[in-house]
């Protein structure tokens, strides 16, 4: 490796540890703080940090390896999840804030769901902590996982080197400076992103010539790769499309709604959140797009499209500038780490130590339970990461799905309509990720060759599509039959609505 590229690599490192000891100095140390930061953050820092942990390395990895094969009928996605972010921005970002702060002052998405519905039993909150920290945990060592196949592919470290080192790193921030240091991390990272894909793609269309050699150039590879609808039929538009509908169930990306320090700010946050995601995400789909033309104009040699970027950093930049660069698919990748380790370990803390163990514990002991957590998740995730072929990585291209269907109707319609029940809101969590696993998994449809397998039924459809449906119906019909909310829940709804037109939010 690069003198230039390792100095680049180490003061990144160096900023991240520094933010970390930073917020531990100034974050309170009460569960509050180290868990929402005391629900102080500005717009600018909830937008960014909300983009950066929602992106992981997809965005600099996959969308631009999608888009180098495919084309640009590639870009449903990034349409759906555009469309995603900005109805999450408008229709739940300013309710959950007022409703969470009015529930008794709920810290996680499984405290809200407990409190939202008076929830004594807790039934509500174990489901939806248990969903939470196996998905998490899993989709953690997913990231671990995209950090030593870093390390390993761009540095010529070790691989197992790469995952403590990624892991170490995001733990070290994680453990000591809480919410407020994730999501400080989280907005230096989303700036490093967003400069790291408006650079790549204008530096190698420059040395292309400009547009117009490189259109000519993908031209004549393909000239379908230039239709947006070559290949796609209107189930696949939809199924892409239906990405977005993931964003309203994600926790480690709404709890940041729950953070932010006056539902007033949220309009701003938006605007800075649509536009830093807007610009990335054409960034990362122009890099794919780019990338092939300069390939074949150069003769370069690409083992694996999805590390176009890699590629373009390393041949069209010094090493010094090649380091930032590479550094940017860490914070993409470390980013969504120490958010989904975070919402695990309060998870951990909030809905499993202080609801079993220790129901009168001080807030000084659920820090300190809540940063050995943050430690426990990690543990696993990297154990999990060893086999790159681990078996159970493959939940994690279905966790997305998972969680909005799970969480995404029970959250939306739980902030909106007062006569939702508990007995709803567990129809249709159940049923939603049931929905999900059963699409996801059980081979129905038949085989596309004589002596091929079965397929399962996502094959055709995105399974977050029937996932969402199903709970939303579950929830709407078992509200009306089961016994309404108690006297005081229904008040407490009311008077999140009065909130909200006070605020000239709603």
Same mark, same amino acid.
């Given at each position: 490796? /690069?003198?230039?590229?390792?100095?680049?690599?180490?003061?990144?490192?160096?900023?991240?540890?520094?933010?970390?000891?930073?917020?531990?100095?100034?974050?309170?140390?009460?569960?509050?703080?180290?868990?929402?930061?005391?629900?102080?953050?500005?717009?600018?820092?909830?937008?960014?940090?909300?983009?950066?942990?929602?992106?992981?390395?997809?965005?600099?990895?996959?969308?631009?390896?999608?888009?180098?094969?495919?084309?640009?009928?590639?870009? %449903?996605?990034?349409?759906?999840?555009?469309?995603?972010?900005?109805?999450?921005?408008?229709?739940?970002?300013?309710?959950?804030?007022?409703?969470?702060?009015?529930?008794?002052?709920?810290?996680?998405?499984?405290?809200?769901?407990?409190?939202?519905?008076?929830?004594?039993?807790?039934?509500?909150?174990?489901?939806?902590?248990?969903?939470?920290?196996?998905?998490?945990?899993?989709?953690?060592?997913? @990231?671990?996982?995209?950090?030593?196949?870093?390390?390993?592919?761009?540095?010529?470290?070790?691989?197992?080197?790469?995952?403590?080192?990624?892991?170490?790193? *995001?733990?070290?921030?994680?453990?000591?400076?809480?919410?407020?240091?994730?999501?400080?991390?989280?907005?230096?990272?989303?700036?490093?992103?967003?400069?790291?894909?408006?650079?790549?793609?204008?530096?190698?269309?420059?040395?292309?010539?400009?547009?117009?050699?490189?259109?000519?150039?993908?031209?004549?590879?393909?000239?379908?790769?230039?239709?947006?609808?070559?290949?796609?039929?209107?189930?696949?538009? &939809?199924?892409?499309?239906?990405?977005?509908?993931?964003?309203?169930?994600?926790?480690?990306?709404?709890?940041?709604?729950?953070?932010?320090?006056?539902?007033?700010?949220?309009?701003?946050?938006?605007?800075?959140?649509?536009?830093?995601?807007?610009?990335?995400?054409?960034?990362?789909?122009?890099?794919?797009?780019?990338?092939?033309?300069?390939?074949?104009?150069?003769?370069?040699?690409?083992?694996?499209?999805?590390?176009?970027?890699?590629?373009?950093?390393?041949?069209?930049?010094?090493?010094?500038?090649? @380091?930032?660069?590479?550094?940017? &698919?860490?914070?993409?990748?470390?980013?969504?780490?120490?958010?989904?380790?975070?919402? $695990?370990?309060?998870?951990?803390?909030?809905?499993?130590?202080?609801?079993? =163990?220790?129901?009168?514990?001080?807030? $000084?002991?659920?820090?300190?339970?809540?940063?050995?957590?943050?430690?426990?998740?990690?543990? *696993?995730?990297?154990?999990?990461?060893?086999?790159?072929?681990?078996?159970? =990585?493959?939940?994690?291209?279905?966790?997305?799905?998972?969680?909005?269907?799970?969480?995404?109707?029970?959250?939306?319609?739980?902030?909106?309509?007062?006569?939702?029940?508990? %007995?709803?809101?567990?129809?249709?969590?159940?049923?939603?990720?049931? &929905?999900?696993?059963?699409?996801?998994?059980?081979?129905?449809?038949?085989?596309?060759?004589?002596?091929?397998?079965?397929?399962?039924?996502?094959? /055709?459809?995105?399974?977050?599509?029937?996932?969402?449906?199903?709970?939303?119906?579950?929830?709407?019909?078992?509200?009306?039959?089961?016994?309404?909310?108690?006297?005081?829940?229904?008040?407490?709804?009311?008077?999140?609505?009065?909130?909200?037109?006070?605020?000239?939010?709603?």
């Amino acid at each position: 490796m /690069e003198f230039g590229q390792l100095f680049s690599l180490g003061l990144y490192f160096v900023v991240m540890l520094g933010i970390g000891v930073y917020s531990f100095l100034n974050t309170d140390e009460d569960v509050e703080g180290y868990m929402l930061g005391g629900r102080k953050l500005g717009p600018a820092v909830t937008s960014l940090s909300a983009g950066a942990s929602d992106m992981s390395g997809w965005m600099l990895l996959g969308l631009p390896g999608a888009m180098f094969v495919s084309g640009i009928s590639s870009s %449903w996605i990034a349409i759906g999840l555009l469309i995603g972010a900005l109805c999450n921005y408008l229709i739940v970002a300013p309710r959950l804030r007022v409703y969470t702060v009015e529930a008794n002052d709920a810290v996680t998405i499984p405290d809200y769901f407990a409190k939202r519905f008076d929830d004594n039993h807790p039934l509500l909150k174990i489901i939806s902590a248990i969903v939470i920290i196996i998905f998490f945990t899993v989709y953690t060592s997913s @990231g671990v996982v995209a950090g030593g196949l870093l390390f390993e592919e761009a540095f010529g470290f070790d691989y197992r080197i790469g995952l403590w080192v990624t892991a170490g790193v *995001v733990v070290a921030y994680t453990l000591f400076g809480g919410f407020m240091a994730v999501s400080m991390t989280d907005f230096v990272q989303g700036c490093i992103m967003f400069i790291a894909l408006v650079m790549v793609p204008i530096v190698a269309l420059m040395n292309l010539g400009g547009i117009g050699p490189a259109m000519d150039t993908i031209h004549a590879i393909d000239p379908q790769l230039t239709n947006m609808f070559e290949g796609m039929t209107l189930i696949g538009i &939809i199924s892409l499309m239906s990405w977005g509908l993931g964003y309203f169930g994600q926790p480690h990306i709404i709890v940041r709604f729950m953070a932010i320090r006056s539902v007033k700010d949220i309009p701003t946050a938006r605007n800075i959140g649509m536009s830093w995601m807007l610009v990335t995400i054409i960034g990362a789909l122009a890099t794919g797009f780019v990338g092939l033309a300069y390939v074949t104009e150069t003769g370069g040699n690409l083992a694996d499209p999805e590390t176009i970027f890699i590629f373009l950093s390393q041949v069209l930049f010094h090493p010094l500038i090649a @380091g930032f660069l590479l550094a940017a &698919i860490l914070a993409a990748i470390m980013s969504t780490i120490s958010s989904q380790l975070l919402v $695990s370990s309060s998870s951990l803390t909030e809905d499993f130590y202080k609801l079993f =163990l220790r129901r009168n514990a001080s807030d $000084s002991e659920l820090v300190i339970v809540g940063r050995l957590s943050v430690v426990a998740v990690a543990l *696993v995730a990297i154990f999990l990461a060893y086999d790159r072929n681990s078996s159970v =990585l493959d939940l994690v291209s279905n966790a997305w799905a998972g969680f909005g269907a799970a969480f995404g109707p029970l959250v939306i319609i739980s902030l909106y309509w007062k006569k939702m029940t508990r %007995w709803g809101a567990l129809a249709g969590m159940v049923l939603g990720a049931v &929905i999900v696993l059963f699409w996801t998994y059980v081979p129905v449809l038949p085989p596309l060759e004589a002596d091929g397998d079965a397929r399962p039924l996502n094959a /055709e459809l995105y399974s977050i599509v029937p996932g969402f449906i199903v709970s939303a119906l579950a929830i709407w019909i078992v509200s009306l039959l089961s016994p309404q909310s108690k006297p005081h829940v229904l008040a407490t709804h009311d008077k999140v609505g009065e909130e909200m037109k006070a605020a000239g939010v709603e």
